[in-house]
């Protein structure tokens, strides 16, 4: 079953690919093609508290995984993941235990992220490495995508604030990812 994040995401990719030759066929040249960040609808107040403290927890709890099986040039990334999604998780809750956001926070990872962190458990070495900085790759690149959209439509100014203000730390994550991911 997809999550609505990922309904939504798979949606704002097939905007794209539709939107692609049209935009190609534009005579001005400085039409540039828009990323899924600025195309994407902002999710609910809900579903984003919900999707960002899952990923929070994933971020923390696998790069724990990566610092216990000594993956090589992983180390200083997962420290800096944990230290900071341990900071959002903190920001989150406090947003929420103050009443400015009513959400409820989950208290563990759904069946994806479980699953995800289960399969890191069983790997080493270099599978593991490789599907770690796959996993860090990819899920920097949704939560670029989440809070870009929620930053930008929320419906929750202090929440809205707050993904504003965290977004560029996520975008300097995603670029950390792909230089894992590229090696």
Request: glycine share 6%; hydrophobic share 40%.
């Amino acid at each position: 079953m997809k999550t609505s994040v990922q309904k939504v995401l798979l949606a704002a990719g097939v905007c794209l690919f539709a939107a692609g030759p049209v935009l190609a066929q534009s005579p001005s040249a400085d039409t540039a093609q828009p990323s899924a960040q600025q195309t994407m609808p902002a999710p609910s107040t809900a579903d984003f508290v919900k999707t960002v403290a899952i990923s929070d927890m994933f971020e923390v709890q696998s790069s724990k995984l990566a610092l216990e099986k000594k993956a090589k040039p992983d180390a200083q990334f997962a420290k800096r993941m944990i230290h900071d999604h341990g900071q959002t998780t903190e920001q989150l809750k406090r947003l929420v235990d103050s009443g400015k956001v009513k959400a409820e926070l989950p208290s563990g990872l759904d069946a994806e992220h479980q699953q995800m962190l289960d399969q890191l458990r069983g790997e080493s070495g270099a599978t593991f490495d490789k599907d770690y900085d796959q996993m860090q790759l990819k899920g920097h690149k949704e939560a670029v995508a989440l809070f870009a959209a929620y930053a930008r439509g929320g419906d929750n100014a202090a929440l809205k604030s707050w993904a504003s203000k965290t977004l560029p730390h996520l975008q300097e994550h995603l670029a950390m990812a792909e230089k894992l991911s590229a090696r």
